[in-house]
């Protein structure tokens, strides 16, 4: 189709417009080019984030809050149209990641304008509110203030149930805070009602943030420019390790709700209007829902369904890291990927570098090896065997 | 769960990947021999590869004991025009090989239950996820991917963690998952995936027509399928069942740890062990 809705380019420039063909070079130690391998780094790369993530026990009831940084150095233009858009759009794609890994999750955003935070909306567990909500007031003015965002917080969060994990994650681009009072002890404060704190830095690295992720367990990174902000902000949608003391383990009262039947007229209790059919009869007290998971607003019980509890079982049952494996000559079978079919036999590259699952013994690329543990979570050699 | 059509593909032209169940249990005991059914089958892949010339359909069989490819008109087409009895023939005598081979297998392993024994369903659909993220990954014009499902023999309860992995994935990659029921009782995990991924499911009445069905309801393309009726389940049941008894529950309790169900209050989780 020649005619396309959205950018259209000129045949000219289409020749170029996905083959900056220099960019793709680097010197090798005597001074000549050679093209760069990105399929093997970004490999290695994935490997080295693999390997860190050990089979821990981590915290699958998530109440988050996201901090908002819109002070004067929120308009600065180093991140293209400006950071706060940049971080506005960034936050968005997160918070429609964090809901698909964490289904049982809540997500509350706060944000911070001259020296004063203010809560935009309530900690909630459907992802269209606060996006919309996120979208709707984008100015920036004034000082940012950490302490004033962390002790808004803290007294939210000490509302939560017992099981759910606590966690704070602050976007900040200011370079210093002004606070009212001794921010030392607001960071005590945190530490002690067991909130996870972490910050991800848009200009440069700050003690105070440091200190605050140190001292609650979170983590402190830095961006370098916009693609990395975005990585290190989809980092924090899986869940992280838990601290066992941090929530207490319980049983949680659940309701699984069946369809109600198609030509039902009721008035649903989440927005209060006539709806007819489609919607989930909550158990215990019987009144319209219109989707999962939720709150039902009469009696207060949690509503999901199966596959939201089984989006989370991959964290529970995690596919093996597979091992790193050449080509040895005579070696009969393991040409072709098992997963795609692929051939595993480059003739232009050194060494024919594949990985091999440790449980099946099949032999997969590079590409089903990122796949199947980022995505699909299955190994479909083992899947594929008794 | 919506459908799941997009405008970043070219539009009429799609990648099949049909999942077929070769469990020699359920086959041994159906109402259609599995030769009929095959033949069925073969002629749904010729009539797909003749809707569009660069429409593309990759068979994989799902044994007792092993999955494998087992036809992929990407190697077929190499050699010019494709041709209707060169396919049948090919792929017959693969899928004669992969049953042979599977059977071997099955005696070999002595843990198969027999009669009710459950196909490698989620093997299959993890197989055919890697070969559609290849294509994915071929460049700018694709295909447009869709899985069907051929599935007769019963669905394996120690599958559904992976199962609903692999629906999960699909869903993220918008493929669609269709579910051709040719066996006699309906296949939770297949309506969950039709429904979820925004596929089409199906029980036909009539097995002696099968391939009416096939043509009729999942041989149109993605795209087209914004314009065409096609049949509407009624609604899928998506309570969990409780680990204890793992009868299906409106009401439980769920462990904040490792997400267990139970139907009754325990002071102690037996998955974890975590006391509350």
């Not at chain 1, 207490?248 to 030509?263: C, H, S, T, V, Y």
């Not at chain 2, 109402?31 to 010339?53: C, E, K, R, T, Y």
């Not at chain 2, 992976?162 to 066996?183: E, L």
Request: glycine content about 6%.
């Amino acid at each position: 189709e020649e005619e396309e809705t959205g950018d259209v380019l000129e045949a000219w420039e289409r020749a170029y417009a996905d083959d900056r063909s220099w960019e793709a070079l680097q010197e090798d130690e005597s001074g000549l080019l050679r093209p760069i391998d990105t399929k093997n780094l970004v490999h290695s790369q994935y490997r080295r984030r693999l390997l860190a993530a050990v089979r821990i026990q981590k915290g699958l009831i998530r109440y988050l809050y996201i901090v908002i940084d819109l002070s004067r150095a929120a308009s600065e233009m180093d991140y293209r149209p400006s950071r706060m858009a940049v971080v506005a759009k960034c936050a968005e794609a997160f918070i429609r990641e964090f809901f698909d890994q964490n289904p049982l999750s809540h997500v509350g955003l706060v944000t911070i304008k001259d020296g004063i935070s203010h809560r935009l909306t309530d900690i909630g567990g459907s992802p269209e509110s606060q996006i919309k909500a996120l979208m709707g007031k984008l100015e920036c003015s004034g000082d940012s203030s950490l302490q004033n965002a962390l002790e808004l917080i803290h007294g939210y969060l000490n509302q939560i149930p017992s099981y759910g994990h606590k966690e704070v994650l602050i976007l900040y681009s200011a370079l210093n805070t002004c606070d009212p009072g001794d921010v030392m002890e607001t960071v005590e404060k945190c530490k002690k009602s067991k909130i996870r704190c972490s910050v991800i830095g848009l200009a440069a690295e700050i003690f105070i943030c440091k200190h605050l992720c140190e001292e609650t367990g979170g983590s402190y990174t830095v961006a370098l420019d916009e693609s990395h902000f975005k990585e290190l902000l989809l980092e924090h949608a899986p869940p992280p390790p838990a601290i066992a003391e941090y929530a207490a383990a319980n049983l949680i009262k659940m309701g699984f709700p069946q369809r109600g039947a198609e030509d039902l007229i009721s008035i649903c209790s989440c927005h209060k209007k006539i709806k007819s059919g489609a919607g989930y009869i909550c158990p215990r007290c019987k009144v319209n829902v219109c989707e999962l998971p939720t709150e039902c607003r009469t009696c207060g019980l949690t509503l999901v369904s199966s596959p939201h509890l089984a989006r989370s079982y991959h964290h529970l049952f995690p596919v093996a890291p597979f091992d790193e494996v050449t080509f040895k000559l005579g070696q009969k079978g393991g040409q072709n990927c098992y997963g795609c079919q692929q051939s595993l036999i480059n003739s232009d590259s050194q060494s024919n570098l594949h990985v091999r699952c440790p449980k099946c013994n099949q032999h997969f690329c590079f590409d089903c090896d990122i796949y199947i543990h980022e995505s699909l979570h299955n190994c479909p050699g083992c899947e594929s065997q008794r | 769960m919506t459908s799941a059509h997009s405008k970043l593909y070219s539009d009429d032209v799609s990648l099949v990947v049909v999942i077929v169940d070769t469990n020699p249990f359920f086959w041994a005991g159906a109402a259609l021999p599995f030769a009929d059914f095959f033949g069925h089958l073969i002629h749904f892949v010729n009539s797909l590869l003749l809707l569009n010339h660069l429409n593309q359909v990759v068979v994989i069989a799902a044994g007792v004991s092993s999955c494998a490819y087992v036809f992929d008109s990407g190697n077929a087409a190499a050699s010019g025009s494709p041709d209707v009895a060169a396919t049948f023939a090919k792929a017959s005598r693969k899928v004669e090989e992969f049953v042979k081979q599977d059977a071997r297998d099955t005696a070999g392993n002595g843990t198969v239950a027999g009669g009710g024994a459950a196909s490698l369903f989620s093997g299959a659909l993890s197989l055919a996820l890697c070969y559609i993220q290849r294509v994915f990954r071929s460049g700018t014009r694709h295909p447009q991917p869709r899985i069907l499902c051929l599935q007769g023999s019963p669905d394996g309860p120690e599958q559904y963690v992976a199962v609903m992995n692999s629906i999960f994935s699909a869903q993220r990659s918008m493929v669609p998952i269709d579910s051709c029921i040719v066996g006699t009782q309906d296949s939770a995990f297949l309506q969950q995936a039709s429904y979820i991924t925004g596929g089409v499911y199906l029980k036909p009445q009539e097995l002696s027509g099968l391939f009416q069905y096939l043509a009729a309801v999942f041989a149109s393309d993605l795209h087209s399928r914004a314009f065409l009726r096609l049949p509407k389940t009624l609604g899928v049941d998506f309570r969990a069942s409780c680990f204890c008894h793992k009868k299906t529950i409106d009401m439980g309790y769920v462990c904040s740890v490792c997400l267990s169900i139970f139907c009754k209050y325990h002071k102690k989780c037996s998955t974890c062990g975590f006391c509350c």
